[in-house]
């Protein structure tokens, strides 16, 4: 099992843009972990169902639901064991509670984005 921590997330105006880290944990485990493992950024907005928003593969190959297309951009740094989603042009409907969880099922604690004028 591999321990996953997310940061980076805050209060920000429409139009800002924040940058979400999602940490593996030290320890063999979780060595090259985003190399060999699919992993997935998620949101739940408050009353909604958790939603995948963005699919990262093993291979490098990124998927961004329509709503975020274009104002979100995933990366990899696999020395630091960290994905990072640059978040940009927010909106108000992006606030949620933002989630990494990588295959088969490790889940992030979630960290809190919100947008507001």
């Known amino acids: 099992q591999v321990q996953l921590v997310e940061s980076g997330g805050g209060s920000v105006h429409p139009g800002g843009s924040l940058r979400l880290s999602c940490t593996a944990s030290?320890?063999?485990?979780?060595?090259?972990?985003?190399?060999?493992?699919?992993m997935g950024w998620y949101r739940q907005a408050q009353g909604q169902e958790r939603q995948l928003i963005v699919g990262?593969?093993?291979?490098?190959?990124?998927n961004y639901v329509r709503s975020v297309r274009g104002r979100f951009f995933a990366s990899k740094d696999h020395a630091k064991k960290t994905v990072y989603l640059q978040v940009e042009n927010l909106i108000p409907e992006d606030t949620a509670i933002y989630f990494c969880?990588?295959?088969?099922?490790?889940w992030g604690q979630g960290i809190q984005v919100a947008i507001s004028s």
């Open positions: 969880e990588v295959a088969p099922d490790d």
């Open positions: 990262f593969t093993r291979l490098d190959a990124v």
């Open positions: 030290d320890g063999t485990a979780s060595d090259g972990i985003f190399g060999r493992v699919d």
